[in-house]
């Protein structure tokens, strides 16, 4: 099974990106998936997960500004009002069963 993020580019400030993340079986097998980023120097940190049965959970930096929703074919990361300190390569995790999979990233870079 593969995930693979797509949809990350550069933005100003205050402007939207949406993330992609598409998977190589029924994306309804992977449960929960989940939205990472690691910027430059820092610890991979948890952005934003939902469960199959929609239940959503977020990092307080980024609550308010960004949504994550999914359909029978994608899970998206919808980023609003971005922020230079949003800058990182943002990576797609899912729960195969017991195994952790982990998209390849998708650079996002915010300038101010």
């Known amino acids: 099974v593969q995930l693979v993020e797509s949809g990350g580019g550069l933005v100003q400030a205050g402007g939207s990106l949406r993330l992609s993340c598409a998977a190589s079986?029924?994306?309804?097998?992977?449960?929960?998936i989940s939205w990472y980023r690691q910027a430059p120097g820092k610890e991979r940190e948890l952005v934003a997960g939902?469960?199959?049965?929609?239940g959503k959970d977020y990092a307080d930096s980024v609550k308010g500004r960004f949504t994550i929703s999914r359909d029978n074919a994608k899970v998206y990361l919808q980023m609003n009002s971005l922020k230079s300190e949003d800058t990182a390569v943002y990576y797609c995790h899912g729960r195969y069963g017991n195994i952790n999979i982990w998209g390849q990233g998708t650079q996002v870079t915010v300038s101010s």
């Open positions: 079986r029924n994306i309804n097998s992977i449960n929960p």
């Open positions: 939902i469960t199959i049965r929609g």
